[in-house]
């Protein structure tokens, strides 16, 4: 199955900055997914964005994908010390029927 | 139910017990899957259940390792003979496949402890 890798691996900012993470997968895709995932409980999803779509907001967040490039990007705008957490990218599975497979994320630190 | 629930939430075992993980899925989800998180690692995939479909066993790292999955809702994790290398959270998610993405719910996962 095919798996997202997130880049960078970890990632400090302060509070108002904002926050930007790249994720890049191997196969052509016909969407991807984002997910937070806090103190080691479980994933949340955030978003997720069809192959059609170049751009796509949700509050804070914004992800763009650029298929060409097989890239996708997270940007948090106005970071806030409770957006501190690990950040995951899924492409779907290559195959039908196949599971998500997670990355290692990027962990996320906003100091205040 | 209105989310994915696991039990235990937290589980501290002696190094050679077995230990069952369960997990109940959102009521309707046909995909159901484990992951296992070792402290500051990403997820490992373990196990992929899907309908009435064959599980994909791909990811069980060792034949202590099973599950299974009754009536196409609950799901048991059993490790039998646990090891100190087994300790990770081990979590579960459920998804409703066949929506053009399988979106993935996840439960707050069950923290498991060798001694």
């Known amino acids: 199955s095919q798996q997202g890798e997130e880049d960078p691996q970890a990632l400090s900012i302060q509070e108002g900055e904002n926050a930007t993470m790249n994720c890049s997968y191997k196969?052509?895709?016909?969407?991807l997914q984002w997910y937070r995932q806090n103190s080691g409980r479980g994933l949340v999803h955030l978003i997720l964005?069809?192959?059609?779509?170049r751009e796509k907001h949700s509050g804070r967040l914004r992800v763009t994908l650029d298929t060409s490039k097989k890239s996708s990007s997270l940007l948090i705008t106005a970071s806030r010390a409770a957006d501190t957490a690990s950040y995951f990218c899924?492409?779907?599975?290559?195959?039908?029927?196949?599971?998500?497979?997670f990355g290692k994320g990027t962990t996320l630190s906003v100091s205040s | 139910g209105a989310g994915v629930s696991q039990s235990p939430s937290n589980k501290v075992t002696e190094k050679g017990k077995d230990v069952e993980l369960r997990c109940d899925p959102i009521?309707?989800?046909?995909?159901l899957y484990w992951y296992r998180q070792s402290l500051g690692q990403g997820l490992e995939f373990l196990i992929y259940?899907?309908?009435?479909?064959?599980?994909?066993k791909s990811g069980l790292p060792s034949d202590r390792f099973s599950a299974e999955r009754t009536g196409g809702s609950v799901s048991t994790l059993t490790i039998q003979r646990t090891q100190q290398e087994d300790s990770a959270v081990y979590l579960c998610?459920?998804?409703?496949?066949?929506?053009?993405?399988?979106?993935?719910?996840f439960g707050a996962g069950s923290r498991l402890t060798v001694l």
């Open positions: 998610a459920s998804s409703l496949e066949g929506a053009g993405a399988n979106v993935l719910t």
């Open positions: 196969t052509s895709i016909n969407n």
């Open positions: 964005i069809r192959s059609n779509e």
């Open positions: 899924a492409p779907p599975a290559n195959q039908a029927g196949t599971a998500l497979i």
């Open positions: 009521s309707g989800h046909t995909a």
């Open positions: 259940f899907q309908g009435n479909s064959a599980p994909d």
